[in-house]
């Protein structure tokens, strides 16, 4: 059974209530299809069991398949710089159809970021770095797709549908 490394800490991008009973971590791709399949299936997890559920994103770019997969994980990290993490995540999966180079920049005015540091905040040397950590954090914990997702800790074997039968049948 794989487990999750590094467990859930400051560096994380978490969504929910730190007292929440259930911590659900996905490793994700902005241009993997079942990503963004899984996408608003996550946001009704989060809407049915709200407190009880805190969702972690780690970015897994599978960059050889995607070519957009690395810059937009830039993005989203480059609006985090901005506390805009979440909102940049949304548009990214949102707008999942027209990933391209033109649309970084466009999704970074849509959400408000100041776009001159967005812009420099994207060439900067940590943000490659927290989602290549991100990454090497998936590969040891035994990420072999994406999504992935992994549930108090353990790796949870099923897609995003199947975590929400999970979830519902233990709140029965």
């Known amino acids: 059974m794989s487990t999750l490394k590094p467990e859930i800490n400051s560096v994380d991008h978490i969504q929910g209530d730190d ?5 659900i971590v996905e490793f994700g791709d902005y241009q993997c299809p079942y990503c963004g399949d899984a996408y608003p299936i996550m946001k009704e997890i989060e809407e049915t069991f709200g407190h009880q559920i805190r969702f972690v994103f780690r970015h897994f770019p599978l960059a050889n398949a995607h070519e957009f ?11 985090g710089l901005q506390g805009k993490f979440w909102e940049m995540h949304d548009a990214l999966y949102e707008n999942q159809y027209r990933l391209n180079g033109e649309l970084f920049d466009e999704l970074a005015e849509t959400i408000g970021l100041d776009l001159e540091q967005f812009q420099q905040d994207s060439a900067a040397e940590e943000i490659k770095r927290k989602i290549e950590d991100d990454f090497d954090s998936g590969v040891r914990s035994g990420v072999n797709g994406t999504p992935s997702f992994y549930v108090n800790g353990t ?6 549908s199947d975590l929400y039968q999970m979830l519902k049948e233990s709140a029965e």
Not at 19 to 23: D, F, G, L, N, V
Not at 155 to 160: E, V
């Open 69 to 79: 997969a690395f810059p937009a994980a830039i993005a989203a990290e480059a609006a």
């Open 155 to 160: 790796k949870f074997d099923g897609g995003a």
């Open 19 to 23: 007292a929440a009973s259930i911590a």
